[in-house]
């Protein structure tokens, strides 16, 4: 069976009350059009309990930027995944490559996100990917297996099935260097194929989203591809009109 294509939008640190009901109202009205893929959006915390009533009955799916590992407590500044279930988010970005380089998530920490997440019954969308000065040095691939191996070595490689994974090179992450289609497709083919090594059957169901500067005018061609199974947008899914182009490009 096919899978099926799934754009899910990181709103990172960025909108306004105002410019985020804008922004919903603007995919809301093009949804129509989008006929293949699932849509999720991701706004920052702080505009969850505007976005749910907005897009609840819709097809639009509702995730998270972050989670804490911890459950409840005095832990100031974090949000635990109870909240965000409390607030109809149904999945969550974990280990993004931002919070690794710039707010020390290591490995462990990311692999503990993914399995307090999905304890919680969130679907965990987990970032894995490699910086320039790692593809430079032709360690791509190693890099990519210990980002994943982490998750696999907590919770098991079925834990997988529950999750989605997005490959995101660093260095195409808002720099507007896209991966090629068959650079990101050489990847997602290596990440599926280390799942394959421990159970054929999740590695043929579980979803791998491109991440990197996709834009309306990049997605088709990098969704066309065998192992890719939508993306994970940063900049373009800013813009409804954007965001929307990348939603309608899988065909
Ligand atoms: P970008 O970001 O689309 O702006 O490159 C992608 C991401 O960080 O998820």
């Known amino acids: 069976m096919a899978r099926q294509i799934l754009v899910a939008g990181n709103w990172k640190m960025n909108g306004s009350r105002d410019s985020v009901k804008a922004l919903v109202e603007g995919i809301k009205a093009g949804l129509g059009k989008v006929s293949k893929s699932a849509v999720t959006i991701c706004p920052s915390y702080v505009f969850l309990a505007d976005v749910q009533p907005m897009i609840a009955g819709t097809a639009i799916g509702l ?16 949000i635990s995944s109870a909240m965000l279930k409390d607030f109809a988010c149904q999945s969550v970005i974990v280990g993004h490559s931002e919070r690794r380089s710039l707010y020390g998530e290591d490995d462990a920490l990311v692999a503990k996100k993914y399995a307090v997440a999905r304890a919680a019954g969130l679907t965990p969308i987990l970032c894995v990917g490699e910086t320039l000065e790692e593809r430079e040095k032709g360690i791509t691939e ?11 070595a907590l919770e098991g490689v079925a834990a997988l099935a529950e999750g989605v994974i997005a490959y995101e090179p660093v260095w195409a ?20 194929g280390r799942i394959a090594e421990r159970d054929a059957g999740i590695a043929d169901k579980v979803q791998i989203l491109y991440g ?25 899914s800013l813009d409804a009109e954007d965001f929307l182009k990348i939603c309608c490009a899988a065909s």
């Open 63 to 78: 995730g998270a930027q972050n989670l804490s590992t911890e459950a409840a407590g005095a832990f100031t500044g974090e």
């Open 142 to 152: 190693e890099v990519v297996a210990r980002q994943l191996d982490a998750v696999i």
């Open 173 to 192: 992450i808002g720099t507007g260097m896209t991966a090629s289609p068959e650079q990101a497709q050489d990847v997602h083919a290596f990440i599926r």
């Open 212 to 236: 990197g500067s996709v834009k309306g005018s990049n997605a088709a061609e990098l969704f066309s591809k065998p192992d890719i199974d939508g993306g994970l947008i940063g900049g373009a």
